[in-house]
């Protein structure tokens, strides 16, 4: 079993940065293959972003490659995502999930753990 608690979102002008964070409870972070989602009002939850345990590749959505940068710090068991020129389509409430099953890392029903979610506000 694990927790996992975000942070750091809020209200940013459009061409902003942003990192949020996950950290996660347990002692066996580091064998979790850890991701981002979204989900904007009105509309599905989507994948952003995943890291691997076990080699740390990474997989970004379209909308995330070039502006969006995943990482993870194993001694602290927290992953970021970090957001940088930021775009008002990119408002929604992040949610980091992780997960110690084979396979995704792209669906919702990949991972079994979700946080409870951090908003992210983007002005233009």
């Known amino acids: 079993q694990v927790q996992l608690v975000e942070s750091g979102g809020g209200l940013v002008q459009s061409g902003d940065s942003l990192r949020l964070s996950c950290t996660a409870s347990?002692?066996?972070?580091?064998?979790?293959?850890m991701a981002w989602f979204r989900q904007a009002p009105g509309k599905e939850r989507e994948f952003v972003v995943a890291?691997?345990?076990?080699?740390?590749?990474?997989y970004y959505a379209g909308s995330a490659k070039g502006r969006f940068t995943v990482s993870r710090d194993n001694a602290k068991n927290t992953v970021y995502l970090q957001m940088n020129s930021l775009k008002p389509e990119d408002t929604a409430v992040y949610y980091c999930?992780?997960?110690?099953?084979?396979?995704?890392?792209?669906?919702?029903?990949?991972?079994?753990?979700w946080g409870q979610g951090t908003q992210v506000t983007v002005s233009s």
């Open positions: 890291i691997r345990w076990y080699d740390g590749n990474t």
């Open positions: 347990g002692r066996t972070f580091r064998s979790y293959d």
């Open positions: 999930a992780a997960t110690t099953r084979v396979g995704g890392p792209y669906r919702i029903y990949d991972y079994d753990y």
